[in-house]
């Protein structure tokens, strides 16, 4: 039956006139599907319709009525066939309902009851579930206070490093607070906190670690001193020390380390001795570093601080700009540092203490200075130091301080080239200071020999025992067989001058080799040097000193005297000088090199000017007994005996000769003929003065006379070694000149005049002249009346004749 329904409520077949239309209803039919879906957009469909043909809208909405009634039917149809069941339900579910109302009164009951039942498990549940929620915040709160302790207990250890000032330590703590804990737990406010503190830490421990490191500069400054002292004793001990082996190493001794610097010991020749031997006091001497000395602390703490920090350059460039600064601190010497040894201490420690600091630094920390640092602030120091001591030095007058400024000099160089810091220019510098010495050596030597020279008494040494005699020649090398045959007491020959000059100069050859000492010079140069610096004391400061002795107004001929026998002696010493540093210095003086003392010269030198000095001061002692002449020029007839001037005059002359004896070579013999020739020209100089106006006869006779006790002098040889009459030359103008007037013999002068063997061939015109006519006007002055004589007028014409024949002969001399 229900399927009856079914075939009823399906429509009826399509009519004839559908089928004609299938092409239309099919295009329709797709269309209305199209509609029909839910999923298509009708845009698309509802346009192609419109765009169609003109009628196909009204078409389209023909079928659209047919399909909705079409529609309609089968849902009519579809409800006409389900309206019974329907019915039948609606009845069915009114026979429900009363069971249902049973069911829900039985239900509301039951809940009642059920809910009356669980209130308490309710209340219970309730309670539960809090303790739950407790439990839950308990355990998460553990949880992550388990994960904030550790950053708490690093941020405590972090504030306790501050307060302990571990500040390297302390960085590396942030560093793991920012890295691994923070981030944990960044989500809490106080991590945030700390977090934002970091930086403001950090800051706040470059300031501080700066700030130390400030402090340490200053206190290095004030150090360096104390360092530079330390390390230079220990490298005068260690050069002490070694020289000592070198002296033993040929027995087999060893060296021990003596010093060490910056964890480094500094030997020589690879020699080294075991702790247990050695001196005692060596042995138990504590070896100070660097690091005993000065606290470096700072220095590491700050560099590490800045590496971590990643600001390292920023504190390379900061340290070593400050060192510089230092440095040129340090070089600025004081203004009177030449004054005393201890200035220039006190200035080489603070340089030395500077450098082992940055020595130390260098090796220690890796990059925090450099070599070629190092070597440029060096470089700088070693141009200001030169300078400074070039120009500190030249003040010095003391050779003691000159020479202790030398060994500081070499003590200083020899500590830094323990460090690697190159010195040759300081011992270059140390040859200039070695000129400076031997300048300070000759003024000082130079006030020795004038107070030698002026204490001596200029006479020979008395000597009355045997060990008097062996205590000069053990000073001075003396020796003449002759002497040594005398008895005592007896004299040398030299006066006390001479065995002290002669130590004196030994001495001088003692004191500058002093100063070669530690050169590391070859013997060569050293002798090289001793006789140079020898040469300088004999040729210039004691070839001065005699000089100026010599012109002494106080210096008379007895110590001219001596003066020449004393050179003599020290000019044959000079041989024994040139062994005395042969002996020092082990040099041969064949060597080719090898230079000569110029002592020979020297007292040669001064033994001329002594000569010379003789022949003035003699002359100008004949000048001073020729002042003492009062001649009565007018007088008519000679006293018939010497004037007493001339007299006294040859008596001094006498005297004196035979102190000449002593004189060497033929210097009493110049000496003499000198004498002589000045006496007889001071003599015809007397009487050709011009303000001398007239001359009688009798003042000729007594000239005369004065002259032949000149030459009784002459020839009674004053000074042996003369030959013949050779010393009565001297005289022999002024003979002949007298002859001439005494026997009046002119006409014999003028036939004989220019003739080989004239006897009057030294008698010049001119003289004749001159003394003829002071005559002449002398003979017209005391003879009045002598127009009235005969002979007396004979005479006055004679010599008027010959005053014309002088005046014709000197005319035709001149043209």
């Known amino acids: ?80 066939f389900h309206h019974q069941g329907f019915v039948d339900a609606i009845t069915e579910l009114l026979k429900v309902r009363t069971d249902a ?61 501050l307060e302990t000032k571990r500040y390297y330590a302390a960085l590396k703590t942030m560093e793991q607070l920012e890295k691994v804990f923070i981030p944990r737990v960044s989500q809490y406010r106080f991590c945030q906190i700390m977090a934002e503190n970091l930086p403001r830490l950090r800051e706040e421990i470059k300031e501080i670690s700066m700030s130390d490191l400030k402090d340490f500069l200053e206190s290095i400054r004030k150090h360096s001193d104390k360092v530079g002292e330390t390390a230079m004793r220990q490298a005068q001990h260690h050069r002490t020390f070694n020289r000592a082996v070198t002296k033993q190493a040929s027995v087999g001794h060893y060296t021990k380390p003596v010093y060490s610097f910056n964890g480094r010991t500094h030997t020589h020749n690879g020699l080294m001795m075991d702790d247990d031997t050695g001196d005692e006091d060596e042995a138990d001497e504590e070896v100070l570093t660097a690091q005993d000395l000065v606290d470096f602390s700072p220095v590491y703490r700050c560099l590490h601080i800045y590496t971590v920090l990643g600001d390292r350059e920023t504190f390379e460039n900061y340290y070593r700009k400050q060192r510089k600064k230092q440095a040129r601190l340090v070089l600025q010497p004081q203004a009177n540092m030449h004054e005393t040894v201890e200035g220039y201490r006190r200035y080489f420690n603070q340089i030395v203490g500077f450098f082992v600091v940055e020595d130390h630094i260098l090796h220690a920390t890796h990059g925090l200075v450099t070599r070629a640092f190092t070597d440029e602030l060096w470089n700088m120091a070693l141009s200001k130091i030169i300078a400074v001591l070039r120009t500190h030095s030249s003040y010095c007058d003391d050779p003691d301080l000159v020479l202790e400024l030398k060994n500081l000099i070499v003590i200083f160089a020899d500590t830094l080239q323990d460090y690697g810091f190159p010195v040759n220019r300081l011992f270059d510098l140390l040859f200039e200071v070695r000129d400076q010495y031997n300048e300070t050596l000759l003024k000082k030597w130079a006030l020795v020999f004038r107070e030698i020279f002026e204490l001596d008494n200029y006479s020979p040494i008395p000597v009355e025992t045997e060990d008097e005699y062996k205590l000069v020649v053990s000073r001075f090398p003396f020796h003449d067989a002759e002497i040594e045959k005398q008895d005592f007491p007896k004299k040398l020959p030299m006066s006390q001058s001479v065995p002290q000059i002669y130590t004196q100069v030994k001495e001088f050859i003692y004191a500058s080799l002093k100063f070669s000492e530690s050169l590391h010079r070859s013997s060569t140069e050293i002798d090289d040097m001793l006789r140079k610096s020898t040469n300088l004391l004999l040729t210039r400061t004691l070839s001065s000193c005699l000089q100026n002795l010599i012109k002494k107004p106080h210096i008379g001929l007895t110590e001219l005297v001596q003066i020449i026998i004393n050179t003599t002696h020290l000019e044959q010493a000079c041989r024994y000088l040139e062994e005395f540093i042969t002996n020092i210095t082990n040099v041969s003086p064949e060597t080719v090199h090898t230079t000569r003392l110029y002592g ?54 006498r005297s004196t000769f035979q102190v000449f004896t002593h004189l060497p070579g033929k210097v009493a013999q110049t000496a003499c003929m000198s004498a002589c020739k000045h006496l007889s020209t001071s003599l015809m100089q007397m009487l050709l003065d011009t303000e001398l106006k007239q001359i009688s006869m009798g003042a000729i006779q007594q000239f005369n006379l004065d002259v032949i006790q000149c030459e009784l002098f002459a020839s009674s040889e004053p000074v042996p070694g003369f030959q013949g009459d050779t010393l009565q030359l001297a005289f022999i103008d002024l003979r002949q000149l007298l002859d001439l007037f005494m026997v009046w013999d002119w006409s014999t002068y003028l036939a004989d005049y220019g003739q080989p063997t004239s006897k009057y061939l030294r008698v010049n015109p001119a003289t004749a002249l001159a003394l003829l006519e002071k005559m002449k006007d002398t003979s017209k002055k005391n003879n009045i009346f002598s127009q009235f004589r005969k002979n007396d007028r004979d005479k006055q014409k004679l010599i008027e004749t010959v005053v014309k024949q002088l005046r014709s002969l000197v005319n035709g001399m001149s043209s």
Not at 124 to 143: F, S, Y
Request: hydrophobic share 35%; with cysteine.
């Open 600 to 653: 020979l010269s020297t007292f040669k030198d001064a033994r001329h000017a002594a000569e010379g000095e003789i022949y003035t001061k003699l002359n100008q002692k004949i000048d001073e007994f020729i002042q003492l002449a009062d001649y009565e020029w007018g007088m008519t007839e000679s006293d018939g005996r010497a004037s007493g001037y001339l007299m006294d005059l040859i008596n001094f002359l």
């Open 1 to 80: 039956m229900a399927a009856d329904r079914v075939h009823a409520a399906l429509p009826d077949p399509p009519s004839q006139n559908e089928e004609d239309n299938r092409e239309e209803e099919k295009v329709f039919g797709n269309i209305f599907a199209e509609l029909e879906s839910v999923d298509l957009p009708l845009g698309t469909s509802l346009r192609s319709i419109y765009d169609d043909q003109p009628n196909a809208h009204k078409r389209f909405m023909e079928k659209l009525d047919a399909r909705i009634r079409n529609h309609d039917r089968e849902i009519e149809k579809m409800c006409n």
């Open 101 to 161: 109302e049973k069911l829900m009164g039985q239900v509301t009951d039951t809940n009642r009851r059920l809910q009356e039942a669980g209130r308490e498990v309710t209340s219970q549940t309730e309670e539960v579930i809090c303790c739950r929620i407790q439990q839950r915040n308990m355990a998460t709160t553990v949880e992550k206070l388990q994960l904030c302790i550790p950053v708490l207990e690093m941020y405590s250890k972090l504030k306790e490093q």
